[in-house]
């Protein structure tokens, strides 16, 4: 059978797909593009990955399938010339805090192996090489013990793995033991113990029992060798527990002894180099402070004092200020007394004693207190404990969750004090290849780690070059796959819950191509997200390659360069929603830009355009000052954000950009006017804050994770829908309340399905299936609640109309019709008024969150920021999208973007450019100014970008 050159699609009509029938060339780049909404994703994903993933786990066995996430079937009449098929979509890759990007991509095994294969342990101590311990050394330190001393000397046959280990008790039996000490315990090998195969096991044989002695040193030197060579060259020497005069034993004392690696001057061990040693998510391995995540708790002092423009009497101390307790002032009066500080100033202002001694306490120091228990009188003279030595105590000692909630309000992670964050033992760390230890070669910038696995084989011996040379080409191709698609600046201990969806997506598509695979159809969701302009070329390079290994890629894309770069182009539209699920057009770019039907081709030949604004706004001459700010990679910088404009945070990947709006700006100022309990980056001062009233970050996260949130119950317009309905002469008669008309609660919503108007089946190795609840017909409500209508519609009717049609239906009622139509304004007339919010994408949930600020009074005093917000978005919804935002600055207030898109970025009417790399080759402001004085700096690799758009825009308008 001849192989099919293309995926045949008929009849798909999944979610607003209208019977599309689409031939997809298999092996080549084919990008498919349309507005938000129009059914792009229903496609891509739901349709040609559902069906292509579910038919090649359907080949799999009933048994492999349970442990499978199934797909249902996609509503399409029929596919031919699928491959087996691999999404790579936009979200976090794991929220594990022991998922690093090294583990994630595989490259900290080989780092584990590398290390365990060719590093050299040095001494701690000496700072030289560890040397192989002697049998005479081993008896030499045994010797020293006191006299008298009884100690077991043992074998470790068996360290951390799984198994039930009954041949070797039989085995060592026959040898001559008797006894082994099995996870802590000791056994007669008469009767082993019986052990579950599915636990992991630590074994020692019991080789000998001693008393330390003179004449001991023969039969020691002969039971070390025995202990020796059954334990592949290591020996434990463990004391027997003393009791003391009160009958308490002191633990045992273990001394590792080991014919490979120990200190002679420290004794220093390492037990054994293996590539567990450097994991830190075994216990062999990790820090046994932290258990390997790197971090500890403590009470941080920002928590404790979240405004320190507040007198410490006026509630600067957050723990004391709830209720303003009599005890805690009168507390404050005696050390303000005993100190001599004035208790009414700022705490800023406050002497640097005056802070430590509130916070850390008198340090042993009597201060006399005065309190007055309501007529009560009595002093007390006694050291202070201070604010943070008493919530560490009472976090230790009580066992209250409640307390404990509530303390851990007030705390934060800062790296261990044992491992200082590298996450390993000491005896890991004690390993290294080239004077670096596994955890400073993850501290590098992936660039950084690759340059350094270049200088490797100059370090080593010819006999562990020869040992290394295939784990550093593994290495080297992985970090080179991340260099290409445009990761360079992050470093492999980065913590994966912290990357961005579009970092996220990019290291799946590096360990892809590292992968080799072909014949597979991936499918990618907007890999170009968080990607600066600069770095567009090396990710299109890498799909093309992926590409050329024979496989078939498919990816949602909106970025003018991926799609002039596609070999096949597939526009959906002409709208969104239930204006779109049609081909408009297809073919190459070139087709693409000639069909006049289609809006992507008008954008593509500037028939339509995002206009530049004729004016750039001065603003209103107050500006928001970040000084100082040292967050990540910062290097000191000072930033002015002037009030009353639309500011754009630029710059390439990595360089800066959200360490200071997010974690700088936005955290320090929620805090301030917001009230909110987070850590912001640290930072000088921020100034000119008192000329804002809030400030808001709108993101792309869902606005409800549950299908009973919709964009009625956030926008606000399901509490008057309700209230129009409760208002109806009919409801009135039979005394129905506005609780009536919600799916949430009982009294109206249908019972058999509470609300949900769906009812979920376990389907066990199939995938659970959500049928239409047959009481309420999916209708969520009751037959009774149904019954009252308003021109000829119920309420459940209402929820299942588009938000278009609602402004219509609604226009006599304007607290709904008001509503509906900001969510119009904002591009979202072709949502479902109750769609639930789980099938909203990121850019739709973003212009709700929008759509309720337009629908807010304005104050004109409102910082909003936001991240990327023309993720999602087709150059059509991002023109919509930036009437709105300047919209709100025509109001008064400010709007702060952080942003790749030169489409937005040109718009700007201030422009602040961080960089001039990522990582640690940013952390600067380049430039700041107009776009136009952006695009005259040569140092800034979006002026670069910008000046060909406004040289393009000056030559149209000559």
Known sequence: MAEQKFIEIRGAREHNLKSVDVDIPRDRLVVITGLSGSGKSSLAFDTIYAEGQRRYVESLSAYARQFLDMMQKPDVDHISGLSPAISIEQKTTSRNPRSTVGTVTEIYDYLRLLFARAGTPYSPATGLPIEAQQVSQMVDITMALPEGTRAYLLAPIVRDRKGEYRKEFQELRKQGFQRVKVNGTFHELDEPPVLDKKFRQNIDVVVDRL????????????SLRTALDLADGIAILETAPVPDDEGNAEPPQRITFSENFACPVSGFTIPEIEPRLFSFNAPFGACPDCDGL???????????????????????????????SPYYRQTIEALARHYGFNKSVRWRDLPEQARDVLLYGSKGEKVLFRYDEGGRVYEIERPFEGVIPNMERRYRETDSNWVREEFERYQNNRPCHTCDGYRLKPEA???????????????????????????????????????????????RERLGFLVNVGLDY???????????????????????????????????????????????????????????QGNTVIVVEHDEEAIREADHVIDIGPGAGVHGGTIIAHGTPEEIAANPASITGQYMTGAREIAVPDLRREGN??????????????????????????????GVSGGGKSTLTIETLFKTASMRLNGARQTPAPCEAIEGLEHLDKVIDIDQSPIGRTPRSNPATYTGAFGPIRDWFAGLPEAKARGYKPGRFSFNVKGGRCEACQGDGVIKIEMHFLPDVYVTCETCGGKRYNRETLEILFKGKSIADVLDMTVEDAEGFFAAVPSIRDKMSTLMRVGLGYIKVGQ?????SGGEAQRVKLSKELARRSTGRTLYILDEPTTGLHFEDTRKLLEVLHELVEQGNTVVVIEHNLDVIKTADHIIDIGPEGGDGGGEIVITGTP???????????????????AARRVAAE
């Not at 596994?438 to 011996?461: C, F, K, Q, Y």
Request: charged residues 20%; hydrophobic residues 40%.
């Open 211 to 222: 008393v330390v002695r003179d004449g001991l040193q023969t039969r020691l030197a002969d």
């Open 621 to 650: 001459g107050k500006s928001v000052v970040v000084r100082n700010a040292t967050g990540n990679n910062l290097r000191g910088v000072t930033a002015a954000f002037p009030l009353g404009t639309f500011t754009c945070v630029t």
């Open 932 to 950: 136009e004085d952006v695009a005259d700096c040569s140092a800034s690799h979006t002026g670069h970008y910008l000046k060909e758009i406004l």
């Open 429 to 475: 760390l004690a390993v290294k290849i080239a004077g670096l230890h596994v955890g400073e070669v993850v501290r590098m910038s992936i660039r950084e780690a690759r340059d350094w696995s270049e200088t490797v084989p100059e370090h080593l011996t010819a006999q562990k070059n020869e040992i290394a040379r295939a784990i550093l080409k593994e290495i």
């Open 490 to 548: 992050l470093t492999l201990a980065r913590n994966a819950g912290t990357l961005s969806g579009g970092e996220s997506q990019r290291i799946r598509l590096a360990s892809q191509i590292g992968s080799g695979l072909t014949g597979v159809l991936y499918v990618l969701d907007e890999p170009s997200i968080g990607l600066h302009q600069r770095d567009n070329g090396r990710l299109l390079t890498t799909l093309k390659n992926l590409r050329d």
């Open 836 to 840: 639930q919010a789980t099938t909203l």
């Open 294 to 324: 790197g971090v500890e708790l403590f009470f941080d002092p920002r928590l404790i004092v979240p405004d320190e423009s507040l007198p410490v009497l006026k509630g600067a101390i957050a723990p004391w200020s709830k209720g303003q």
